[in-house]
């Protein structure tokens, strides 16, 4: 391995998306260190560029074809650059096309499954004249080196890809099917951690809750929550993202006897009408959902519930869209991620009939996040007054006395003090409530 050569040599990551390519520029950065390679502050100073992409929306595809031409001037610049485009978009078969025949200053395109060969990928990159592309669909995930983003939590893939295939979503075709980690490695990999004074973990998944069902031993995502909670050191598990259709009692009860497990339930909707779930092949009805909302209020003490819904979905008829307010005010959620519907190639939606115009998709996307604005508001001056305990994940890069940090309830909290409390757990009280956070006192 060239390694040793790379010594001057500086590397920077631009990652769109998810916690999931947040992990994997992780691991990125893990294999460029193990090649020598050093941080870099910022894309003009780097040798080699990563661009870690996303295509869940048009949205975040349109950044990063706009970040292209911007690259494209930069390499004309520093023509020794190596550019890499990575991850979901370069999954898809038609952007490797688009690089090959419009982009040919990228050097490297590989997908989702790659990351266990992007040593020797970059490699070959940096000696080939022609773009070099790998969008294989299996790949080494176990055992990479990483570089973690922070001394004091950590996001820790539970399973990679998804098999439930809702017809607006691109993940299945870009990640592929679900496949569990082996729970004895998770394990291990948590107790080092927490042995390393890690206070946190998120664990990772499209679809946590069907975690182990692809494997040959018997164990599910409450058996593998409550394995993490009897460890020593962490104070907070946290874990993302659930499918209402597999969020089970038995999970629900895990949570309420654990003792690090936060009591924050993010259960992605999408939709308050049957008709438009169907649609969706989302694979459970409102009245399910209610149900689970129900057990979840019926078992649990203090918790908060949060979700996703998508407006402007193919066929959504104004009814549907009532139906959509009116289950957000029946189940009071604390907050809620609203997205308008996004067409994506390669998805069953895209064929739809009914497609829906932008001037009402931006309507109703504003009338909902109204609503949810008025109920997070009512939700958040509850606690004013009280005491929180909070988790500081960061501070302000203008006031450096200014701390942010969430609750177990995921609550986002902004308090200040002239006290390095980076990475702390902290009492603060609650002294001011918006729609989005909270503002508290630390004494
Ligand atoms: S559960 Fe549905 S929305 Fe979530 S990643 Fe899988 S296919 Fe996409």
């Known amino acids: 391995m060239a390694g040793m050569n790379n010594i001057n040599e500086r590397y920077f990551i631009l990652t769109y998306g998810c916690q999931m390519n947040v992990f994997d520029s992780e691991v990125i950065s893990g294999h460029l260190e193990g090649m020598g390679f050093m941080p870099a502050e910022n894309e003009e100073e780097a040798d080699v560029l990563v661009i870690n992409t996303c295509a869940v929306r048009k949205k975040a595809e349109d950044k990063v074809l706009s970040k292209l031409g911007k690259l494209k001037f930069l390499k004309e610049q520093k023509s020794t650059m190596t550019i890499v485009l990575w991850g979901c978009m370069a999954q898809q078969e038609n952007i490797a096309k688009r690089v090959r025949e419009r982009y040919g200053f990228i050097?490297?395109?590989?997908?989702?499954?790659?990351?266990?060969?992007?040593?020797?990928?970059?490699?070959?990159?940096r000696v080939s004249r022609r773009v070099v592309v790998d969008i294989d669909t299996v790949g080494e995930r176990e055992d990479l080196p990483i570089?973690?983003?922070?001394?004091?939590?950590?996001?820790?893939?539970?399973?990679?890809?998804?098999?439930?295939?809702?017809?607006?979503?691109?993940?299945?075709?870009?990640?592929?099917p679900e496949k569990s980690r082996p729970p004895q490695s998770i394990i291990d990999e948590v107790k080092a951690l927490a042995a390393n004074g890690y206070k946190e973990i998120t664990l990772l998944g499209q679809n946590v809750n069907s975690y182990g069902k692809d494997l040959k031993e018997e164990v599910d995502f409450a058996d593998l929550l409550k394995s993490l909670d009897s460890l020593d050191g962490l104070v907070h598990i946290r874990y993302m993202t659930s499918h209402p259709r597999d969020f089970n009692e038995k999970v629900i009860r895990t949570i309420?006897?654990?003792?690090?497990?936060c009591e924050h339930f993010h259960l992605p909707i999408q939709s308050g009408s049957d008709k438009v779930l169907k649609l969706m092949n989302r694979g459970y009805?409102?009245?399910?959902?209610?149900?689970?909302?129900?057990n979840i209020k019926g078992i649990m003490?203090?918790?908060?519930?949060?979700?996703?819904?998508i407006v402007g979905f193919p066929g959504e008829e104004e009814k549907?869209?009532?139906?959509?307010?009116d289950l957000m005010?029946?189940?009071?959620?604390?907050?809620?991620?609203t997205f308008i519907y996004s067409p994506r190639e390669g998805t069953e939606a895209l064929k739809m009939d009914g497609q829906i115009e932008p001037d009402v998709k931006k309507k109703r996307i504003l009338t909902l996040n109204q609503i949810?604005?008025?109920?997070?508001?009512?939700?958040?001056?509850?606690?004013?007054?009280?005491?929180?305990?909070?988790?500081?994940?960061?501070?302000?890069?203008?006031?450096?006395?200014?701390?942010?940090?969430?609750?177990?309830?995921?609550?986002?909290?902004?308090?200040?003090?002239?006290?390095?409390?980076?990475?702390?757990?902290v009492n603060v009280k609650i002294i001011e409530a918006k729609s989005w956070t909270l503002t508290g006192e630390y004494k």
């Open 301 to 309: 003490d203090n918790f908060s519930i949060t979700s996703d819904f």
């Open 147 to 176: 570089r973690r983003g922070h001394s004091f939590k950590a996001w820790i893939p539970i399973s990679y890809g998804c098999n439930n295939y809702c017809t607006y979503c691109i993940v299945p075709h870009v990640r592929g």
């Open 256 to 261: 309420q006897e654990g003792e690090k497990i």
């Open 372 to 425: 949810q604005g008025n109920i997070s508001l009512e939700k958040n001056r509850q606690l004013l007054g009280t005491k929180q305990e909070v988790l500081v994940e960061g501070r302000s890069k203008t006031n450096p006395e200014k701390y942010t940090g969430r609750t177990r309830t995921n609550k986002i909290v902004h308090f200040f003090s002239n006290e390095n409390l980076l990475g702390m757990l």
């Open 107 to 125: 050097d490297l395109v590989g997908g989702t499954h790659s990351l266990g060969r992007f040593p020797e990928l970059l490699e070959k990159a």
């Open 329 to 337: 005010k029946e189940v009071e959620f604390d907050a809620a991620y």
């Open 285 to 294: 009805t409102r009245e399910y959902y209610l149900e689970l909302i129900h």
């Open 320 to 325: 549907d869209f009532e139906d959509t307010i």
